[in-house]
């Protein structure tokens, strides 16, 4: 329901904004390497037997593409 109030919400947005699908199965890797290919910062996952939960939380996985230009900004 959630995911498709969204989808709701921005269909009257701009191009390039969009929800996307939901994938299951062993793709991490390739999905991975698609994300590096693209030159994207990286990826985020959360663990499908968990619910949504807004904010940072522990299952939430990030995995960031290290040759990405925003890993090399100083802090």
Do not use: I
């Amino acid at each position: 329901m959630r995911k498709a109030n969204l989808e709701r919400l921005l269909a009257r947005r701009p191009e390039g904004v969009f929800v996307n699908p939901f994938e299951r199965g062993e793709l991490g890797p390739d999905l991975f390497r698609a994300t590096c290919k693209m030159r994207l910062e990286g990826l985020v996952s959360k663990r499908r037997d968990r619910p949504y939960q807004a904010g940072r939380s522990k299952h939430w996985l990030k995995v960031k593409n290290r040759k990405h230009p925003a890993m090399e900004r100083d802090l």
